[in-house]
């Protein structure tokens, strides 16, 4: 399993995340990143990675639990 | 695929094709060459948190050295490549190395278009960290400072050079700023903009001359008047890095030329990625040239997918999406405003906060672009309908219901 980190502080709402994996990212009203799951199974890694470094300000991170 | 990858460019499109042929399962070894001696930094926040101060330079690395160890990435940092030979399979650096290729990967990006007034000193483009470190050291002198090009670098140095508490006019040659990109209406606003926060302009004329020194400047306008300046800015535009390609008989056309899958014309296993790739773009039917954060990155996943996956390649087709920091403002443009013929206004953009989107739609009442401010939840929905060809109408419907 993998950990999914988000730096609310960091997020700009620019939602590169939600275009690029809509099943683990969304954005609120506020333009805050959500995470729609906390926890990712192994398979799902290179897309929700993928996405994660689609982010301009590096907002999140992905790490082994 | 095994051999060696050879990414040329350091920057987010080399660096992100180097972490994503990794994640797509490449076993050879990835050289990532990069001109600058710095560890691998992204660009966007030179003309934004970095110039405000609220960055500090490690903030802005993409790649340090333990990540790239991790990734088992290759770094060749502080040589220019100088050549690629596609029959020897070598790239060539400054300092006479080869590097034999399995496959290359040209990511080398684009450089500032070259001021063409030259003062003794005092004047700034701002592409690279030494740019942005150069600006910020000349921005404690005293006086005010000239910003010439009005488009989002401009924009932005006006923004941040106002934070520093600094006078500051930006100039243009076009009327409104970003009037070719988003319209001469919706330009307009962003006019506004730099006058509520008390920046000067003078748009729809030119710079003769620029003259003097640090400190001393003077900027000779094409109607006769004389802006003085301790600092002068210019952004007005970028040009790809495609002269260090020029005897490798690619094909290079402001920028290099690529097929759909993002591979070189007429080369075999060379591709390219970001701001130097001019490729087919199977939405628009056109080759195009992109200088987006974005594009960058998702060119760089698709060139990666292709590489370890040549039986069956991708198309690169995606929705253009930009954005800009302004003052109070953040702007976000998608897709391609400047085809439209129609536009629509949904929102305020006079408010405090703002929360606008300017819809743009063609002849044939498809919806082509759009440019927002403070609506994130807008943006998301217009960058997916835009994806999936939705009509001007139904956009204009669907997002005047969310406001
Ligand atoms: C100040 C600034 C602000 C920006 N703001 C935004 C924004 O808000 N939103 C947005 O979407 N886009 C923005 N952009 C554009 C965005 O940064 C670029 O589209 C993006 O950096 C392109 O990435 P790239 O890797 O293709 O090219 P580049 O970032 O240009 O990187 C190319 C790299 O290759 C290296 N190189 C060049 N020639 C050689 C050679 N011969 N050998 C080896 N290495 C070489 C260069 O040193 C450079 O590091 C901004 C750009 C700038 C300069
Ligand atoms: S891409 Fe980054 S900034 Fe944008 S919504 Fe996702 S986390 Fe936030």
Known sequence: MLG?????????????????????????????????????????????????????????????? | MNGTAVVVGASVGGVRTAQALRREGWQGRITLVGAESHLPYDKPPLSKQLLA???????TRLLDEDAAKRDDIELRLGRPAV????????????????LPYGVAVLATGSAARPSPWRPRSGLHLLRGLDDAAALRRDLRRPGPVVVVGGGFIGAEVAAGVRALGK????VDPAPVPMGRVMGEEVGRLFTGLHHRHGTATAFGVGVAEVTGEAGSLEVRLTDGRVLPAATVVVGIGAVPNDAWLRDSGLPVEDGVLCDAACRVIGVEDVYAVGDVARWHHPGHGRRVRVEHWTNAVEQASCAAYNIVH??????????EYVW?????????????????????????????????AALYGDDEGRLTGAVLVGWPKATLRIRRMAAQGTAFTTAVEEIGAME
């Open chain 1, 4 to 65: 999914l980190i988000a730096d609310l502080n960091a997020c700009q709402g620019y939602a590169n995340c939600v275009i690029a994996a809509p099943d683990t990212y969304d954005i609120d009203d506020d333009g805050l990143v959500v995470l729609l799951r906390a926890r990712i199974p192994g398979e799902d890694r290179a897309r929700v990675e993928e996405a994660a470094r689609s982010c301009p300000v590096s907002a999140l991170t992905i790490e082994e639990r």
């Open chain 2, 53 to 59: 101060g609220t960055w500090d330079v490690p903030r």
């Open chain 2, 83 to 98: 050549g690629l030979d596609p029959a020897d399979r070598e790239v060539r650096l400054a300092d006479g190395a080869a």
């Open chain 2, 167 to 170: 006078a500051v006019t930006v």
């Open chain 2, 310 to 319: 040549p039986d069956t390649p991708r198309d690169h087709a995606p929705v």
């Open chain 2, 324 to 356: 800009s920091d302004q003052y109070d403002w953040k702007a976000q443009i998608i897709g391609r405003p400047d085809t439209a013929s129609t536009h629509r206004l949904i929102g305020d953009p006079h408010a405090v906060p703002a929360r606008f």
